[in-house]
């Protein structure tokens, strides 16, 4: 009996598969790539989301256009608190209303006045490293995210990272039309502070 | 087993695409700046601070400490002469006297001879009173004050009562008073001195 001579497939290299595989990779590689060039502090910035509590802050950022900021630091706690002094005679509205003129008399800054501010609190980070400071930042939905994203990238940019931060959506028009705002004095630890309140509430 | 050439080529120019990208990825990467370098996805928690979840209700922003008044003796008015409670002890080691002073609202001590007991002892009585009239204290605080010098005593040898004092109304509530240093006597420990409301 005569055996059957096997037949041997010819091998070859499948042309399609391999062109697909060749552009998955690619695809891949680009978009690694892509994140790779990413700027560090854009995916390193952890953006928390706000609560329905009372806020704390050290100093307030509260972004208007593109072009102006309102800044509230410890300073204008004094300024609250003249104004409650002088004019406690005022109908608590009338108060409201003066305090909140007086303060975005002062308080509004240029860019360019934002910016020495800022440099002014990362040079007190950088001089006592102990110290913690607290910024929040507010910004209006039509203003760009990459003017917080700019500040706050200014902002951590300090040897012992004592400045955090946080941010919420608002208008300089919500703290203009605040329920109230007044000075409370709180004891914290050892220490008697004297606070701006403002309620939105 | 033989392959076309023209296959070979295909998988060679397909290989070579792959290399030169991997190759131009690779020198990419090598020039990036270490501060570029990204954090490991795993890493990024444990690396990078987390802020606080920034509330809406209201917002309080910290304002300046305030910094509290001490109640005290105050050293740097003109003329404060102290008592020497060595010499005291030498030359009435047996006295027992006690002054009711008023502390008004300037901080200026005052009292008169009904307001000082020390039946039989004269000498220690004028010692202690002629240092006492020269006392003021800080203005923060006013009402009686009233001082037991009891030298020979084992306990406490000078009781101060506080207990008549009370703010100066033109200070602000929430300035904190803090009661400091309130005679000005040399060589009394301070263990030998009660300060409290009685005696």
Known sequence: MAF????????????????????ILLVFFLVTSYVIRTPLEERSLYIPTPENTLGRTQILIQIIDGEKAFWLDETASAVVSSIEEEFGYLSPEGLRTRILNTLAENNVYSFERLQQAMQGLKSRAQRDPAARFFVLIRCPDEVPYASVLHLITFLMDTPYRNIRYGCVAGRLNDILQCKKIYTVTEDI?????KNIRIDFQ | MTKRPSQILWAAAALAVVLAFLIIRAVRLWRIPYESLTIAPEDQYERIEIPPRPGVRGLVITGPRIMPLYFAVDLARAGIQPLDWADLKNRCPGADVRIKCRVDEKGNLRFNKEDVRMEGFTEAGTIIQNAMRTWAYRPVKRGTLSFWFNVPSMGKKLKIDMQGMERVPSIPE?????????????GLPAQDIEVGSGF
């Open chain 1, 4 to 23: 059957k001579k096997l037949k041997r497939h010819k091998e070859n290299v499948e042309l399609v598969s391999l062109i697909d595989m060749i552009f």
């Open chain 2, 174 to 186: 929430h300035v904190p008073i803090i009661d400091g240093q309130l005679h000005y006597i040399l």
């Open chain 1, 189 to 193: 630890g050892s220490r008697r502070l």
